[in-house]
């Protein structure tokens, strides 16, 4: 929605061959949009866009578009070529966006910034440059609540993510190093778990295809806990727990090197209670008191552990986990 004017001069060609193909295009003009409305499936609230962007035949140059994302300000600036990439250009296309408070369901909560550069083409831009998610909570979908329609999986939908990657797309967008900072964030279901980590990882690959992006980085788990019925495993701290993202593993199998540690006490048998009418023991029993100190030790990638990340089911759970 809002106001938006076109004066410009196109020209090219559409093939529909081999899906649908623009050639030999030229545009020469300028669009002018004043409180326009974009929405998407990505963002949690409309954006409000205010600006000019001029089109110089061969690229699409941009002084200065303005957007509004809840009470942050979005900044669009620079020159993007349509078709052919211009090595080394002085001013790339680059989104400025400045800290703000979002809230995607199913997805994360908490504060987002970034400056993105958009580098290549617009028919066949690549994103790099650096987002940040800082003081928020990112969530998992709950298996139990299945009967409940799937809002990850429809957003995914939205976005192209998991789908069979079309031969030709129109365009066809991709990674080169995108850096995400991850600071004082936490995931949690309780009681069953909680998480504090952050970290840095660079990502890079095709958007359409999310199975062949990969990632270079690690994650730093800070505290955590894990509840077994009423025993509760707390993060051990003399453990590197880290998760390491390696460029030549897939980004859903990253290596794993946890340790949890709990303390299980047991009285010996005769060391019970005075009666069956009492609620004391004997003074002497507390030295009798047995304690096993259990270690829980992840060592390895994520495709050894969860059998649907792993095609050689052979390969699963081959991990030593426990140690005592």
């Known amino acids: 929605s809002g106001d938006g004017r076109a004066n410009l001069k196109v020209e090219g060609e559409l093939n529909q061959e081999n899906g649908l193909k623009v ?95 958009i580098e290549g083409a617009a028919f066949k831009p690549s994103i790099t440059g650096d987002v940040q998610l800082s003081d ?17 999986a429809e957003l995914r939908t939205k976005l192209g ?12 967008p991709k990674l080169d190093n995108l850096n995400i900072s991850l600071r004082n964030l936490y995931l949690e279901q309780d009681p069953l778990y909680e998480f504090s980590f952050g970290g840095d990882f660079k990502v890079s690959g095709p958007v359409l295809d999310f199975t062949a ?56 048998q005769s060391a019970r209670m005075r009666s069956e009418n009492a609620n004391e023991y004997p003074d002497d029993s507390l030295n009798q008191i047995q304690r096993v100190d259990i270690r829980l030790i992840i060592d390895g990638n994520l495709g050894q552990i969860l059998p649907n990340l792993n095609p050689r089911y052979a390969a699963v759970c081959d991990l030593s986990l426990i140690h005592i």
């Open 161 to 172: 993510w998991f789908r069979p990657r079309r031969p030709n797309p129109l365009i066809s």
């Open 23 to 117: 050639e030999n295009l030229k545009a020469l003009g300028k669009v002018t949009l004043t409180d326009a409305v974009v929405k998407s499936a990505a963002l949690p609230t409309p954006v409000e866009i205010n600006g000019e962007i001029y089109f110089n035949n061969t690229a699409i140059a941009i002084q200065q578009l303005t957007g509004k994302l809840d009470q942050s300000q979005i900044d669009i600036a620079g020159v993007l070529p349509i078709f052919d990439p211009q090595p080394n250009l002085e001013n790339p296309l680059q989104i400025s966006i400045k800290p703000t408070q979002i809230n995607l369901p199913t997805l994360y909560a908490g504060s987002l910034a970034g400056l993105i550069t």
């Open 213 to 268: 992006l990969s990632a270079d980085g690690a994650i730093q788990l800070n505290r955590g806990r894990v509840s077994f019925f009423d025993t509760r495993f707390l993060l051990d701290r003399r453990s590197p727990n880290t998760i390491v993202f390696k460029p030549n593993q897939d980004l859903l199998n990253p290596d794993l090197n946890i340790a949890m540690r709990t303390i299980v006490s047991d009285l010996p």
């Open 136 to 152: 928020g909570q990112i969530f998992l979908p709950n298996r139990a609540e299945a009967s409940e329609p799937d809002q990850l």
